[in-house]
T-cell receptor
Framework: AQSVTQPDIHITVSEGASLELRCNYSYGATPYLFWYVQSPGQGLQLLLK??????LVQGIKGFEAEFKRSQSSFNLRKPSVHWSDAAEYFCAVGVGAAGNKLTFGGGTRVLVKP | DAGVTQSPTHLIKTRGQQVTLRCSPI?????VSWYQQVLGQGPQFIFQ???????GRGNFPDRFSARQFPNYSSELNVNALLLGDSALYLCASSSGGDQPQHFGDGTRLSIL
């Protein structure tokens, strides 16, 4: 069975600093990989996805992620965070038809200091 | 265009009761999935429906059931509610193929 691990439960970063969120997955085949963001009391918004091809994926809000098959990782990065990036971030692996059955990690809560 | 809409937004029930949650997918989306998100955890997959047929089921008891209607909207039913069913229930839709899922804002279910 597939699984996703986000090793960092909380990360605090200063506004303007860079951000990297870690994600490791376990799956027997080439996975569909996703990053979602969730603001308090709201649903999930898709930041970016990896299905195949270029292993560096660009997303919305200035985020990017890199798929590294050898490390079973799909880390999310942003060069310069804004206060509005404070939220919870979830990495997910998709299996089944078009990866529509998502298995999520436990999430990383990002706090942004002024 | 409207996104995925879920109703109600909040619901309070007592143990043993039954509840029905509703989801309207984005126009043109034929796939609907349901997830349960317990406070402090990531969402867990419950069901996926595509073209009114169940295409996937997560590790949830038979108290959980769902269906999809001809207009692709969906309902999630939970019987004999337990305190542990308290959670945010998320609905997601996609158009199929390699298109990703888009989530609604969820229904917050509280069991007293």
């Amino acid at each position: 069975a597939q699984s996703v691990t986000q090793p960092d439960i909380h990360i605090t970063v200063s506004e303007g600093a860079s951000l990297e969120l870690r994600c490791n997955y376990s799956y027997g085949a080439t996975p569909y990989l996703f990053w979602y963001v969730q603001s308090p009391g709201q649903g999930l918004q898709l930041l970016l996805k990896y299905f195949s091809g270029d292993t560096l994926v660009q997303g919305i809000k200035g985020f990017e992620a890199e798929f590294k098959r050898s490390q079973s990782s799909f880390n999310l990065r942003k060069p310069s965070v804004h206060w509005s990036d404070a939220a919870e971030y979830f990495c997910a692996v998709g299996v089944g038809a078009a990866g529509n059955k998502l298995t999520f990690g436990g999430g990383t809560r990002v706090l942004v200091k002024p | 265009d409207a996104g995925v809409t879920q109703s109600p937004t909040h619901l309070i029930k007592t143990r043993g009761q039954q509840v029905t949650l509703r989801c309207s997918p984005i126009s043109g989306h034929k796939s609907v999935s349901w997830y349960q998100q317990v406070l402090g955890q990531g969402p867990q997959f419950i069901f996926q429906y595509y073209e009114k047929e169940e295409r996937g089921r997560g590790n949830f008891p038979d108290r959980f059931s769902a269906r999809q209607f001809p207009n692709y909207s969906s309902e999630l039913n939970v019987n004999a509610l337990l305190l542990g069913d308290s959670a945010l229930y998320l609905c997601a839709s996609s158009s199929g193929g390699d298109q990703p899922q888009h989530f609604g804002d969820g229904t917050r279910l509280s069991i007293l």
